[in-house]
T-cell receptor, first 111, second 115 residues
Framework: DQQVKQNSPSLSVQEGRISILNCDYT??????FLWYKKYPAEGPTFLIS?????DKNEDGRFTVFLNKSAKHLSLHIVPSQPGDSAVYFC??????????FGKGTRLSVIA | NAGVTQTPKFQVLKTGQSMTLQCAQD?????MSWYRQDPGMGLRLIHY???????DQGEVPNGYNVSRSTTEDFPLRLLSAAPSQTSVYFC??????????????FGSGTRLTVV
């Protein structure tokens, strides 16, 4: 049973517009959520995270929103740039348990 | 450069062969893990280790063995390769198992094909 779900395999956005990537989770015990970004032929790299005690975390152009009641989080990228084109993985964990990843969403930012 | 080093980058195996994927980190990280990435499946945890001498199974451990004799190294052994093990393998490490205290650093991956 998939505990972290990214239901959109791909997303295409115009440069300068907002990109919104969504993630749902089923395990209510998860208390920490992260987004990783992956370019081809490279390993994933950490992008941004949020604790379950918050509903928003912002880092430059990237903002993550958490809706605990809906078990949903989203990553907003504003403005989107061509260099943001990558696969984005949502991940979740509780305490010191290993990260559980979603299937990923491939973002294409069109110039 | 500090980081996670995986070798080899590419490997082709015949069904039934065995091999070891190497993973080394020079950041004195306590926690290390192996994931595999398959199309449409995301990253799935194979095995992980919270310190030297301690290992545990993840979501998809069958067909793989690990050991952690040193803090730096965490090799992944394929005992008898099968086509279903064709995948990209990523090793990750972090200072502690607590994901809210330290982020995972991933290696660049090993692309394995079993024919």
């Amino acid at each position: 049973d998939q505990q972290v779900k990214q239901n959109s395999p791909s997303l295409s956005v115009q440069e300068g517009r907002i990109s919104i990537l969504n993630c749902d989770y089923t395990n209510s015990m998860f208390d920490y959520f992260l987004w990783y970004k992956k370019y081809p032929a490279e390993g994933p790299t950490f992008l941004i995270s949020i604790s379950s005690i918050k509903d928003k975390n912002e880092d430059g152009r990237f903002t993550v929103f958490l809706n605990k009641s809906a078990k949903h989080l989203s990553l907003h990228i504003v403005p989107s740039q061509p260099g943001d084109s990558a696969v984005y993985f949502c991940a979740a964990s509780k305490g010191n348990t290993p990260l559980v990843f979603g299937k990923g969403t491939r973002l294409s930012v069109i110039a | 450069n500090a980081g996670v080093t995986q070798t080899p980058k590419f490997q082709v195996l015949k069904t039934g062969q065995s091999m070891t994927l190497q993973c080394a980190q020079d950041m004195n990280h306590e926690y290390m893990s192996w994931y595999r990435q398959d199309p449409g499946m995301g990253l799935r945890l194979i095995h992980y280790s919270v310190g030297a001498g301690i290992t545990d199974q993840g979501e998809v451990p069958n067909g793989y063995n690990v050991s952690r004799s040193t803090t730096e190294d965490f090799p992944l052994r394929l005992l008898s390769a099968a086509p279903s093990q064709t995948s990209v393998y990523f090793c990750a490490s972090s200072l502690t198992p607590r994901t809210d205290l330290s982020v995972y650093t991933f290696g660049s991956g090993t692309r394995l094909t079993v024919v």
